[in-house]
């Protein structure tokens, strides 16, 4: 199985900085998509930025302009940087990875990491 290890959560103040990062563990892995999600207790999981391996990026309207998502497709890894961070940013971000379904044989393989704590107080 494939496992996504998440880190760079933590305390901040409102208007500070966080960079999260996420690796994906395998030397054989063919990734299409990257991305982070979150979830504040009482609410779905919702996007918040995806990077496809070419280097195009989604990101939720309520973070664009504050955040940055990047990867480094050698490593299996993606980043997220969170700038001007607010408290309705306070949640748990899970890293998330989909596999390129041509190297699959059109199989579906969507991999989560455990989800880092990010909290953003007032």
């Known amino acids: 199985q494939v496992q996504l290890v998440e880190s760079g959560g933590g305390l901040v103040q409102a208007g500070g900085s966080l960079r999260l990062s996420c690796a994906a563990s395998?030397?054989?892995?063919?990734?299409?998509?990257m991305g982070w999600y979150r979830q504040a207790p009482g609410k779905q999981r919702d996007l918040v930025a995806s990077?496809?391996?070419?280097?195009?990026?989604n990101y939720a309207n309520s973070v664009k302009g504050r955040f940055t998502i990047s990867r480094d497709s050698a490593r299996n890894a993606v980043y997220l940087q969170m700038d001007s961070l607010a408290p309705d940013d306070t949640a748990v971000y899970f890293c998330?990875?989909?596999?390129?379904?041509?190297?699959?044989?059109?199989?579906?393989?969507?991999?989560w990491g455990q989800g880092t704590q990010v909290t953003v107080s007032s």
């Open positions: 998330n990875a989909v596999l390129d379904r041509s190297y699959y044989f059109g199989r579906s393989y969507n991999y």
């Open positions: 990077i496809t391996r070419r280097g195009t990026t």
């Open positions: 395998g030397s054989n892995l063919n990734i299409d998509v």
